[in-house]
């Protein structure tokens, strides 16, 4: 069993909740970004306070009022699951946990970890089996427990999607089963404004963006970028930079969909900008080729028929395309390279492949 709790935390915080803790064997050891605490409640009551939060708003869901108290009282009262989604709240991730109540949570903990390993494999057969077995063991609370079953459902469902020809049906069951899942733990969120300023576990984030991309929350394309980009200021005030990168893209792609939808070419690149910026950030150069070549289709718009009259502006989008076809060029990315060579010759009448301007 697992000795202890390995967070990732802004190193500067490290010592001041350092301080905050109490006792020989709840001591920090800070490790670059890591710090190992013995004790979790002392974790969620420090950012609890330091965010000005409000009890409901970091268990709403997840658990009752008074298992977060005892929490934060130092009671191993919690299963794992809980303990690593109010983490998730306040934006903080977990790497390992010793808040394991008992073998059976452990055995439970050790079924997760299964069940997301053959989901990484791709391997969603032997993830639904597992899957149903986990739904039929004793002792485990409907919630989240279930959400977390209905989460890798709709991921298994998104990748049938992608392989399918007839869509509607199985989109149909992408956005009930998210839906479902959402409810277990946000049950107000499709009210309206229920949704502002909340905070949100890295599960209910991903439910929401198969929502909103699936066509599961029937709302305007306005109230649909509220809502995302509200998810959006949580991810950059809460969260660790491991879950910003991850969720954090993904998140301004959907937002540019929605600029371009309604013709805002001047959000469309200040959410591309923001977005390079991220990827800037990161240790990975992967989808700054996607948002480049978007930024040179932006920039297009935005500049009409003058991007074929004035040379400054036409270099500029030039840059932007040589600059996504180079790193298409380095991850061989050979069919993204041809719709990039395309758009230069079609609507600049510069042949790419020749890099020179």
């Known amino acids: 069993m697992l000795k202890s709790h390995e967070l990732f935390i802004n190193s500067s915080e490290c010592e001041l909740l350092s301080a905050a803790v109490h006792g020989s064997e709840n001591r920090c050891k800070k490790d670059g970004e890591k710090m190992r605490i013995e004790s979790i409640g002392t974790v969620i009551s ?4 330091k965010y000005g939060l409000s009890l409901e708003q970091v268990c709403d869901g ?24 109010l983490l998730e709240r306040i934006g903080k991730q977990v790497c390992q946990f010793e808040l394991l109540l008992n073998d059976a949570d452990y055995e439970l903990w050790l079924a997760r970890e299964s069940i997301l390993k053959h ?86 984030t ?51 969909r929605l600029a371009q939808s309604l013709q805002d070419q001047d959000k469309v690149l200040a959410y591309i900008d923001k977005g390079i910026n991220y990827v800037a950030q990161s240790r990975e150069i992967a989808g700054l080729d996607r948002l480049r070549f978007l930024r040179a289709q932006a920039l297009l718009m935005l500049y009409g028929t003058d991007a074929r009259k004035d040379g400054v502006k036409k270099q500029e989008i030039q840059e932007e395309c040589l600059m996504a076809y180079s790193i298409c060029s380095v991850f061989g990315d050979w069919q993204q390279m041809h719709k990039i060579e395309q758009f230069c010759e079609e609507e600049l009448e510069w042949q790419i492949t020749k890099l020179g301007m």
């Open 46 to 49: 420090y950012y609890q306070k």
């Open 62 to 85: 997840i658990c009752s009022l008074s298992t977060l108290s005892r929490l934060e009282e130092g009671s191993r009262c919690a299963d794992s699951l809980t303990s690593s989604l």
């Open 119 to 204: 989901m990484q494999h791709n391997e969603y057969e032997q993830a639904r089996q597992e899957i149903a077995c986990y739904r039929k063991r004793k002792k485990i609370s409907y919630g989240i427990h279930e959400q977390f079953c209905l989460c890798q459902e709709v991921l298994i469902l998104q990748a049938e999607w992608k392989e399918r020809k007839e869509k509607y049906h199985i989109q149909a069951e992408i956005c009930e089963t998210a839906m479902t899942a959402l409810q277990l733990t946000k049950p107000a969120f499709v009210t309206e404004h229920q949704w502002k300023s909340g905070l949100y576990t890295t599960a209910e």
């Open 206 to 256: 991903e439910l929401i963006l198969a929502l909103v991309q699936y066509g599961g929350y029937q709302k305007t394309d306005i109230e649909v970028e509220y809502i995302l980009s509200d998810l959006f200021h949580h991810l950059e005030y809460y969260d660790t930079d491991r879950r910003r990168q991850s969720l954090g893209n993904q998140l301004l792609m959907e937002l540019i």
